[in-house]
């Protein structure tokens, strides 16, 4: 963490830049209610920072408050809740959905206290591609497309890199390959790659997974209960590093469809 934000922000709150990207936002008094905060002013610091993280202040009790709460984001969906288990890659939320949502929100029901491992990651891609022309590989990033299969007859196709939907900014797209020590991991995708020769894919995968993890563009979340974090889903993709044994943690989980209404990213397209 760095130096306090000096744009505008809510009134009574103080907010701190995250490194490398993201703002945290803390309650100036005790028991400040997060649905006190102007949502509109929360919805301008997640589309221009990315990644938002409210600490410490009073949350929404009951999944119905939650989903309440995120109605005045967009259109939500169905509160989902979870015993967070295991490593998860890094991914985007709708590969397989009709619609994709804009912006992801977690809300830390109980999460086990003083470890680091386990932590959510997010990984800005804007900034990744907009520093890409430095990075071994990364021109034979446009004109990939990947089709993803999963267990059960799901199959869907998106181009690698995509325009943001609200500037234009282009972005990565990519459900990262599971670790091969993750044998129990569900629904594991196959990936096929169009666009390029198929012996020159091991070594975009290899770059993929570098850029990706490069800690220039790579947030960890140690995760506190109470925490609320929002992302934008568009420009970020996210996962999870494997929790250490013993430690446990649970999570509501609300995605929010924003504007403009985004039914494909690029030529994606969605099978049953």
């Not at 299969?149 to 234009?168: E, K, M, N, Y």
């Not at 960890?220 to 970020?236: E, F, K, P, Q, S």
Request: hydrophobic residues 40%.
């Amino acid at each position: 963490m760095t130096t306090t934000h000096p744009t505008p922000h809510p009134v009574g709150v103080r907010v701190v830049e995250l490194a490398p990207f993201g703002v945290l936002l803390r309650p100036g008094s005790l028991g400040h209610d997060l649905r006190e905060l102007p949502v509109d002013t929360l919805r301008r610091l997640v589309r221009r920072h990315r990644l938002l993280v409210l600490r410490g202040f009073a949350g929404c009790v009951g999944d119905g408050e939650l989903a309440e709460w995120a109605s005045a984001w967009g259109r939500a969906c169905e509160v989902l809740d979870t015993d967070e288990k295991g490593r998860v890659p890094l991914h985007w939320d709708g590969l397989f959905a009709p619609r994709v949502p804009e912006f992801q929100i977690l809300d830390c029901v109980s999460a086990s206290e003083g470890g680091q491992a386990g932590r959510t990651l997010y990984c800005d891609t804007v900034r990744l591609l907009a520093d890409a022309g430095a990075m071994v590989g990364a021109g034979s990033w446009q004109g990939v497309t990947v089709t993803y299969r999963v267990p059960g007859g799901q199959r869907a196709t998106c181009p690698l890199v995509v325009p943001h939907p609200r500037d234009g900014a282009p972005t990565l797209r990519f459900h990262e390959p599971p670790h091969e020590d993750d044998p129990d991991l569900l629904d594991r995708p196959s990936h096929q790659f169009d666009g390029i020769d198929a012996p020159a894919v091991p070594a975009l995968l290899d770059g993929l997974r570098a850029a990706l993890h490069d800690p220039r563009y790579l947030y960890a979340h140690a995760w506190r209960t109470g925490d609320v974090v929002v992302a934008d889903n568009h420009a970020l993709l996210h996962g999870r590093e494997a929790p250490a044994d013993g430690t446990h943690r649970r999570l509501r989980q609300v995605r929010v469809l924003g504007e403009p209404l985004v039914t494909t990213q690029g030529a994606h397209h969605h099978e049953r």
